[in-house]
């Protein structure tokens, strides 16, 4: 990297954290993390984004039954670890927003607008000094139904936030040179 290049320090220190040390997130955090979320690029400034914020432990145990560990576990094996997050946000996409001004391409653009928000909030959560996980292991009708979520609404992802109780270790990441193009497919950018 070069010296004169100034690195977003919570994206590289951002990992995927299944811990946590079930001690409270304060308001005044968590809105700092939610507000990062609504500060995303929307396609039309639509802004499909929606957040139901589970911290109550009757709810934290009835969301953690719609879990699962894996597209093959046929929607067994609980995620446990999310019970002892300071909160879980349920990260939802309302595709109307999007819809009045974009018609069926609503469905693709709508859920990368909160696929992006969710992104803000992870790199919030991590400055913070906060460990969160993107869950996508859940049932998706189990979680409308358990929450009241009308139709036109998507939950697309459950966010566990809290304070680590260990260091977990970041995932290895394909380098740029694996993933760019030059002005065409399949002939590098970067030089290996």
């Not at 919570?10 to 990992?15: G, L, N, S, V």
């Amino acid at each position: 990297m070069k010296k004169d290049v100034k690195r977003v320090e919570a994206i590289y220190k951002r990992k995927s954290t299944r811990a946590f040390q079930n001690k409270p997130i304060f308001n005044s955090t968590l809105y700092e993390i939610i507000q990062a979320g609504t500060k995303a690029p929307a396609s039309g400034n639509m802004q499909p984004w929606e957040f139901i914020i589970i911290d109550q432990v009757k709810m934290k145990k009835r969301v953690l039954e719609q879990t699962f560990s894996g597209f093959y576990s046929k929607n067994r094996n609980h995620q446990e670890w999310i019970l002892d997050a300071g909160v879980i946000i349920v990260a939802c996409t309302n595709f109307k927003r999007t819809l009045a001004r974009y018609g069926s391409l609503a469905y693709e653009w709508a859920l990368l607008d909160t696929a992006a928000s969710i992104q803000n909030m992870l790199l919030t959560a991590t400055e913070l000094g906060f460990a969160s996980c993107w869950v996508g292991g859940f049932c998706e009708k189990g979680i409308k139904h358990l929450l009241k979520i009308p139709d036109y609404v998507r939950p697309i992802g459950l966010i566990p936030i809290g304070l680590p109780s260990k260091e977990g270790f970041p995932k290895q990441k394909l380098q740029p040179e694996w993933v760019t193009h030059d002005n065409c497919y399949n002939k590098p950018f970067f030089k290996m």
